[in-house]
């Protein structure tokens, strides 16, 4: 978490979604390339965006769609704290609080051994 944060401290991802009319989910295409992930949806047409691997992945997700529907900055950082990759498993995005510093966001990954 950065000063930014500390100062204006992240709404609540329920009520970012009902104020702005965000869904709860969205579908996602993710095609791999030779510069990383692309993702799009049908749901939100125009929206392109990528990243280098699922874990920067979700961030970018976030803020896309932050911008997307005209989230302010000072309001949010993120929406969704998971991105199910089918098949493949899951992103998180967490709160870590470390004793001597501010809190930071974490993003893991976890991957199905099922595949």
Known sequence: MNLFRLLFP????????????IPDTISWKIVLNNKGLV??????PGLVTNAND??????????AVLEYF????????YIFDKL????QGTVLLRQVKNKNSMPRLLV???????V
């Open 10 to 21: 992240q709404k609540d991802p329920q009520y970012i979604k009902h104020t702005y009319k």
């Open 39 to 44: 993702a799009t949806s049908e749901e939100l």
């Open 54 to 63: 699922p874990e920067e992945l979700l961030e970018i997700i976030n803020d």
């Open 70 to 77: 005209d989230v302010p900055k000072i309001e949010s950082d």
């Open 84 to 87: 199910n990759i089918q098949g």
């Open 108 to 114: 893991t990954t976890s991957r199905n051994n099922n």
